[in-house]
Each structure stands twice: as structure tokens, then as C-alpha cells.
């Protein structure tokens, strides 16, 4: 079964950080773009970033430039975002997913709340 | 990064058949086509149809995707009350090699 599995969110103070992590299992990760997709309260979905199979190649939406980074492992079948200099705004359920031509697949997500 | 485009809601009666539009650009939609996932409220999101329009096992016959030039269609048949949710479309642009989402639609069963 083709599976990901997110963790590390969590409650953090506006400034802080956080690290979240996927693990993808069922399928051959290295063979994939990662993608980091979030959705905040009440709102729809909104594509964070994303890496090439082999890491190489990142992007990322306007509003994280500079402040999250997206990398991945595919010796542990993992993919990670490091968080800095967090926000209210960024408050969200963070999903793990990837998307081809043929297949999809999406995590449970991880719940990142930045509040004092 | 402009994102796709769906119309908010959608309302249809039990038994009835639903279309669900999403409509990109030649980048996106256009070249790739576009996935359809299924959001049920307190629910991650769930993947439905892949964009060359092929759904993943389990998924069922009812729900058909396909593509006309920059717009694409999700078509829900013999509407259920499990249908009522979320629908968001999505596609990859190979011109910024990055995903952008449609804003959603709900759909509404009567």
C-alpha cells in the first residue's frame, strides 16, 4: 500500500521553528518530486514547496522564500521541511503528497499552530 | 502564482449528476491535465483522479474525469450523500515546476 506518513508538528511561538517530517513507504520515493501542501482553518489547500527526486531542484510559494526549507533523504525514504521565523499565517494542517501523470497520493498531515 | 479556477459551490439532487469545472492556463491544465481530490470535512484530502483521467482503485465508477483544452471536468453520476464535499483540482506547471490548487468547490447534494 502506497503510503506517507507526517509528524512534527506542533504548538511554537511567532518566531520559532519546527521541523516536520514525511515517510513514504509502498513506493519507490526516489523516483518522485515531494511535495509540502497546507491548509489553514476553514481554508483550501495551498502548495508550500516542492524537490525534485534527487534534490537538486527546490521551489517554493512567494510567502515561505527565505524562511522554510524543503529537503529530503531517500536512503530513509523521508522528506523534511525545516520551518524558521514562523507566523500566525502560517498556522496550517501540513500534508506530504506527490502527484504524477498516473498516481497520487496525500499524508494524513501534521497540525502546525504559531501562537503566543 | 496564480492558482486554477472553480466555481465555489455546486448544488445538484440525489440521484443526479454533477460537473465540476477547473479551468487553468496552457502551462498547466493545459499541457498536463489536471488531479481531482475529494475533502471531507475534518478529512485529509483524497486522491480521486490523476491527470491523464484515471481513477486509483476503490474509487468508484461513478466519478469520471476528463480534459477540453484548458478546462477540466470531474462528473459525479447517481449523486450519493457521501458525495457532499470538497472537490479541488490541481496540475503541475512544467514551466515553474511548481503545483497550483483550484480554490474548490462544494458540492452540495439535495
Same mark, same amino acid.
Given at each position: 500500500?502506497?503510503?506517507?506518513?507526517?509528524?512534527?508538528?506542533?504548538?511554537?511561538?511567532?518566531?520559532?521553528?519546527?521541523?516536520?517530517?514525511?515517510?513514504?513507504?509502498?513506493?519507490?520515493?526516489?523516483?518522485?518530486?515531494?511535495?509540502?501542501?497546507?491548509?489553514?482553518?476553514?481554508?483550501?489547500?495551498?502548495?508550500?514547496?516542492?524537490?525534485?527526486?534527487?534534490?537538486?531542484?527546490?521551489?517554493?510559494?512567494?510567502?515561505?522564500?527565505?524562511?522554510?526549507?524543503?529537503?529530503?533523504?531517500?536512503?530513509?525514504?523521508?522528506?523534511?521541511?525545516?520551518?524558521?521565523?514562523?507566523?500566525?499565517?502560517?498556522?496550517?494542517?501540513?500534508?506530504?503528497?506527490?502527484s504524477?501523470?498516473?498516481a497520487g497520493?496525500?499524508?494524513?498531515?501534521?497540525?502546525?499552530?504559531?501562537?503566543? | 502564482?496564480?492558482?486554477?479556477?472553480?466555481?465555489?459551490?455546486?448544488?445538484?439532487?440525489? #440521484?443526479? &449528476? %454533477?460537473? @465540476? *469545472?477547473? +479551468? =487553468?492556463?496552457?502551462?498547466?491544465?493545459?499541457?498536463?491535465?489536471?488531479a481531482?481530490?475529494?475533502?471531507?470535512?475534518?478529512?485529509?484530502?483524497?486522491f480521486?483522479?490523476?491527470?491523464?483521467?484515471?481513477?486509483?482503485?476503490?474509487?468508484?465508477?461513478?466519478?469520471?474525469?476528463?480534459?477540453? #483544452?484548458? &478546462? %477540466?471536468? @470531474? *462528473?459525479? +453520476? =447517481?449523486?450519493?450523500?457521501?458525495?457532499?464535499?470538497?472537490?479541488?483540482?490541481?496540475?503541475?506547471?512544467?514551466?515553474?515546476?511548481?503545483?497550483?490548487?483550484?480554490?474548490?468547490?462544494?458540492?452540495?447534494?439535495?
Amino acid at each position: 500500500e502506497v503510503q506517507l506518513v507526517e509528524s512534527g508538528g506542533g504548538l511554537v511561538q511567532p518566531g520559532g521553528s519546527l521541523r516536520l517530517s514525511c515517510v513514504g513507504s509502498g513506493f519507490i520515493f526516489s523516483g518522485y518530486w515531494m511535495n509540502w501542501v497546507r491548509q489553514a482553518p476553514g481554508k483550501g489547500l495551498e502548495w508550500v514547496a516542492n524537490i525534485k527526486q534527487d534534490g537538486s531542484e527546490k521551489h517554493y510559494v512567494d510567502s515561505v522564500k527565505g524562511r522554510f526549507t524543503i529537503s529530503r533523504d531517500n536512503a530513509r525514504n523521508s522528506m523534511y521541511l525545516q520551518m524558521n521565523s514562523l507566523r500566525a499565517e502560517d498556522t496550517a494542517l501540513y500534508y506530504c503528497a506527490f502527484s504524477t501523470t498516473t498516481a497520487g497520493c496525500w499524508g494524513q498531515g501534521t497540525l502546525v499552530t504559531v501562537s503566543s | 502564482q496564480a492558482g486554477l479556477t472553480q466555481p465555489p459551490s455546486v448544488s445538484m439532487g440525489l #440521484g443526479q &449528476t %454533477a460537473t @465540476l *469545472t477547473c +479551468t =487553468g492556463n496552457s502551462n498547466n491544465v493545459g499541457n498536463q491535465g489536471a488531479a481531482w481530490l475529494q475533502q471531507h470535512q475534518g478529512h485529509p484530502p483524497k486522491f480521486l483522479s490523476s491527470r491523464n483521467n484515471k481513477r486509483p482503485s476503490g474509487i468508484s465508477e461513478r466519478l469520471s474525469a476528463s480534459r477540453s #483544452g484548458i &478546462t %477540466a471536468s @470531474l *462528473t459525479i +453520476t =447517481g449523486l450519493q450523500p457521501e458525495d457532499e464535499a470538497d472537490y479541488y483540482c490541481s496540475a503541475w506547471d512544467p514551466s515553474l515546476n511548481i503545483w497550483v490548487f483550484g480554490g474548490g468547490t462544494k458540492l452540495t447534494v439535495l
